[in-house]
């Protein structure tokens, strides 16, 4: 059967967003079934509103403090948004909250599957992401400790691309 797409609400014509992109990207020789729709998906996508937290700005501040500029909440053409970014360079920051991970007993946190997802997509769209786990983040202590922290995985990051 068909799907009336005007019974869906933001948040699933929002979902119906990243999986049309991932299908154009990885099948970009397929049309993808609801083209006819793509406006309003993107539309849809781009009204949930950015909630930055707490711990997002306090990455932002020690981005800011190392010298590295970004734009807060930055949106991609795809409709993307990205924590702290950097467009010129296409190098994003995505400050990751335990509502991005998976809880194991005992094991570290690994990330859910519409985090992954979405890094996915931003390395297939030309990004570098560096991910910024607030259970690694929570235990720096100062802005020493913050600073010395994205210094090191930007280093790492960078070089490893």
Known sequence: GTVNHGSLNDV???QLHMVSLHFELEF???AFPWT???SELLT???SQEPRPS???RDVAAALSRIGWDHTFEFVTREGLSLDMAQPETMTAV???GPSHYLKGRGTRPSQNGSTAFKSRILRQLGWTVLNIPYFEWGTLVDA???DAYLR???ESKLSSS
């Open 12 to 14: 699933e014509l929002s």
């Open 28 to 30: 970009p020789e397929q």
């Open 36 to 38: 006819h729709i793509h």
């Open 44 to 46: 849809s996508f781009k």
């Open 54 to 56: 707490k711990l997002q």
């Open 94 to 96: 995505e400050v990751d």
């Open 144 to 146: 020493t400790t913050k």
């Open 152 to 154: 090191s995985k930007f």
